[in-house]
């Protein structure tokens, strides 16, 4: 183990940022003096549910990794707090408010924005877990922070694309910045380090983040949506999208296996695609077998990336993705794009009634919904190629000598970043590959 | 350990449930143009809270088997999901909305009514815990969820008895329908198997369960309760049960261990029974000390139960209950339908002021509070014999051989269902045979 | 290991002041006959949050020890237990209801302030986690109750000081009253212990508690703030200086180290002190960033303290604390009272318009802002001498014989009071020695 001594890389840079965050806040941000437009405790309500998502279940989830689970938790900390500081910072620049007053103020809406955008940089975390040194986490945040925002802007403020649960803006760009880094970085000790997997406990570990994730994702889903029916139809459809992909999960996870066995690689990430999936169509879905035939569909798709796509992607295209985000948050990112597609088709602007320009903002100004369809089309394609070149040219970045990176024999463990408990070799290495002991007398 | 290979059970069963039961949602189910009856907001608080206790509480509390913590988590998901459908459909079914429209609709409540039948069926899969096969758990939960329904239809619409937090219908009906369950599914290898008990951190694992059940019980409680104050009463009455709950389990785990230490079985179970055992009465006591005596009563006896019930009734009487469901859910279901009774004289009609058709809506058609009482104590009988009956039936059809029973080997193991860890056998078997180890130099 | 056969001490003592607290409610406590006062939902709301806080956060965080994780959750729920009971009875007695009519009513707001009694006597808890016996411990919570109660009423209700998030007379108080406890009973054998520290797994445990404790912190200073837009201003300066606090955290820890490595000792606390530190003042900061500036103070300060004051503390004046609650709870909270000294000569009265008598209720009879400053400063100097009196008091009749006391070779271990499973030793101790393991053939 090479030592990081007296390397400070990561301390300068992080105070830098911190700083200059705290003088952005000074001059740019306030407490509206009298908000009026804001129910605080309905939306404090969603916010502490996506809060728990954030820290505890993308933390958690990523616990699965049995030698980096201090990194996992801990990084995700780190990478959420940055992004939430300099998130509301750019997002309150980008504002309407801002261009007419100079300022911008600060509501339970702005953090629960700022949880969101840690969802897009955590899900990009999640492709390069184990990969990274910490500054090299920091610099991608930071990185990709204003990348999501601006494209985020121009598919919802510019185009009127809607995408209530954010699957577009979020998870479809979240997962291919991610997987554009790992091909980037991707190098020969990656795919032969002997760190990477899980133990038992590592992997229930893990559930406990996944649950966390999946018992809050309606809040997710609903917590930006306008009008009382959208929001429980978004707090619905999103309950029946997981309970179909949990289900669809099973299936297909022992469907897949010659030996008829669950894997828990599954439970944990694509019972949650149903989620995703549903994301920006779960106040679009009047019909509410719509959202069940959509969690199954991801569930399946999810299972069978795992089980084929992630291990080809890695050996084949050289791309590695540690928690293979791609059938998590990409491709069941895809399939909530698509839907959004379909259903502007399957239903006509007289179904949505009263709500209409609640949802399609646009056809207020005369866009029709096969147009609108197009728009859905357009803000899908956007956020996958933007993702895909921001992500790349961060990547490029990120290989600059300047930045510590990750020897081989370090990859996947905590050990070079963090002081580790002196159980921490046994308890992570050698207990795999115990089979039998023998007992000696007992001493006491 | 027998191949399970080609065995596709478990797939086509769940595959044909899942189909029906999307074709059964797109025929009968639809959003309410407006709802005006339901504040969504408000329910969805109560909502997020239950769906925590089901899914990671149920969960986690049954991970304190060391060698089944996958499946504890996993089936628990499972059964959760698919009962969360399938009583969606059923109780939409005995609603009278279908019974006027040909069809119902889906709000909120329906999806806290969903998560409250998944209580049943989760608290009947702890009485059979590691004894079933996949296949068999969703039989269970298949043929489970209309007896639940009926069972609580019959008591609570047509008996109108007042069990405001399901004590009666949920608990007592869970509880001893796994236990008939057990009781026909008993074998010698479940009595001789080394494989039960759990390893220090399962039991660390389990408290996780355990707290989220233990913090939002009062939400159990008071999701359904009608009027305000009603409400109130419940949240605070269900929080000082589970309070002296927790102080009678420590008193009474050390009065039986004759070195006067604590057991973490009942750190774990006997604090939830206070929650168990106000259920029923969470908005009927009028006087806050009577809360306090209930859950006293109930942590002293679930201890006690765990103590002396539990490994009587698995020697003597060949029912072996894996987590103590009888002790946890039965007993003190039960401590709560006779305290229904009680309190049916303890409080006159004038004690519950302009509340009282709330509370007890058959007393506008003339009926007494005693005999109200003889309906407490008929809907108690009524949901024993249903859950004895029902479960017993059940228990006949999981015994049939075209379903995979689990062969005695891997009786509470995840290794025949779930793809395990290289540390399985170690962390979870060989662990607690080393008493010593010859430490070798060092090697790094 | 010296039996505890036949010593019932805390059978008897919990039993006798439960059952004197059962009394104590019957006599005195009523529900409401209508409470138009309060919002039971939205009080309910902040009611879980503190719930998921006391229980799981407190319980899980102290689990970081690796023998005593039974004892961190289980002693955990004893006492907030214990203590909600306890101080709902006092704050009943203290209140101006009891005082003219004979009684007290119970609602949403009484279980709150419940909870958060419990967290004064959870801080002072970590100071001495590992030392005191079970009947130690229940000692200590029925002393301090009165004491926290008393001191807190005359520095909220008669000296007017203004203490939102409770830092003064939560924190502070909790913290040097464990503090004085630790000093008194210091002896050898603590300092000496080779039970203390963590394992891998157990330093993740404590990661639980630490995410709960963030994500709901907010919750925990709002609860008692009065006014919506007060409120608004406690959640989201919560949430600031909590995210200032972990990046400072993440950077100081590394600077300390010269391995430019983090420790998890610093992320599970440190990180939280952000939390502490903004307490009092949550209300009161009108201009956001001087919440990242309060919490990047405290995330440093606490990290230094656990790097230097708290070894040497412990070495050098006997003060051993456990779980260095002095940097968690001791110091944040000293900065949150300085902070409410400075704010008040940093804002004027016309600063905080309408809401002033809402938050300095004082200035209505005349006391004008600087006078303020100075009862702020009175009030932390109260609560910290106050802690270390009655805290030394309690210590001394904590040493009575009659009292069990730990011997030195069950510090810090559960064994002593709990049932442990057959690993317990080999994961909890002799994990940590070995280094390498010669493997036999496959045996299966």
């Known amino acids: 183990m090479t030592e990081l001594k007296k ?56 616990t699965f990794l049995r030698r980096y689970g201090f990194s996992a938790v801990g ?41 969101i955008s840690a969802a897009v940089i955590l899900i990009s975390m999640g492709a390069v877990l184990g990969k990274l040194s910490p500054v090299q986490y920091l ?6 922070v204003p990348a999501a925002l601006v494209t985020e802007h121009v598919i919802v403020e510019i185009l009127h694309v809607s995408d209530c649960g954010g699957s577009i803006v979020v998870h479809v760009f979240g997962a291919y910045f991610g997987l554009a880094i790992a091909k980037v970085l991707n190098r020969d000790g990656i795919q032969k380090s002997n760190h990477e997997g899980s133990i038992y406990h590592s992997d229930i570990f893990a559930m406990i983040g996944t649950l966390v ?33 949990t289900i669809a999960t099973f299936i297909t996870s ?33 019909d509410p077998f719509i959202s069940l035939i959509i969690g199954t569909i991801a569930g399946c798709i999810s299972v069978l ?3 084929y796509i992630t291990p080809a992607l890695s050996k084949k295209a050289g791309i590695h993705d540690t928690c293979g985000v791609g ?55 956007l956020s996958f190629f933007s993702s895909i070149i921001t992500g790349a040219i961060t990547a490029v970045i990120l290989r600059l000598k300047i930045f510590d990176q990750v020897p081989d ?6 050990e070079r970043y963090y002081h580790t408990p002196s159980d921490f070799d046994f308890t992570t290495r050698i207990i795999g590959h115990i089979d039998n002991v023998e007992i000696t007398e007992k001493t006491i």
């Open 213 to 245: 994730l999946w018992i809050f994702w309606g809040s997710f889903n609903a917590a930006l949506a306008s009008g009382e029916e959208a929001k429980r139809r978004c707090l619905i459809n999103t309950m029946l999208s997981l309970s179909a992909a």
């Open 254 to 286: 022992q469907f897949v296996n010659k030996h008829r066995k669950f894997d828990m690689v599954h439970m944990a990430n694509s019972t949650l695609a149903g989620g995703v999936a549903i994301g920006t169509v779960a106040n679009l879905v009047l």
């Open 305 to 307: 990336g795992y089980e």
């Open 409 to 414: 024999e370090d990859l996947f463990s905590d």
């Open 327 to 381: 059938n998590l948050h990409g491709i069941p990112g895809i399939i909530a794009g698509i839907s959004s597609i379909v259903l502007a088709f399957v239903y006509t602007s007289e179904d949505y009634d009263i709500e209409l320009f609640d949802i399609y903002p646009a056809l207020k100004n005369g866009r029709t919904m096969s147009s609108q369809a197009l728009y859905q089309l357009l803000g899908l394609g």
């Open 139 to 144: 610099i991608m945040a930071i990185f990709e």
């Open 7 to 62: 390397n400070n890389n990561f301390i300068i840079l992080l105070s830098i940022f911190h700083i200059a965050f705290i003088i952005l806040f000074a001059i740019f941000t306030k407490f509206p003096k009298k908000n009026g437009q804001e129910n605080a405790t309905e939306n404090y309500l969603y916010f502490t549910d996506i809060n728990a998502m954030i820290f505890i279940g993308f933390g958690f989830l990523m």
């Open 75 to 115: 990084v995700n900390m780190l990478l959420a707090c940055t992004t939430i500081e300099w998130s509301i910072i750019i997002r309150g620049l980008l504002s309407e408010h801002f261009v007419e007053h100079g300022y911008f103020t600060l509501d339970i809406n702005s953090i629960i924005y700022g949880d």
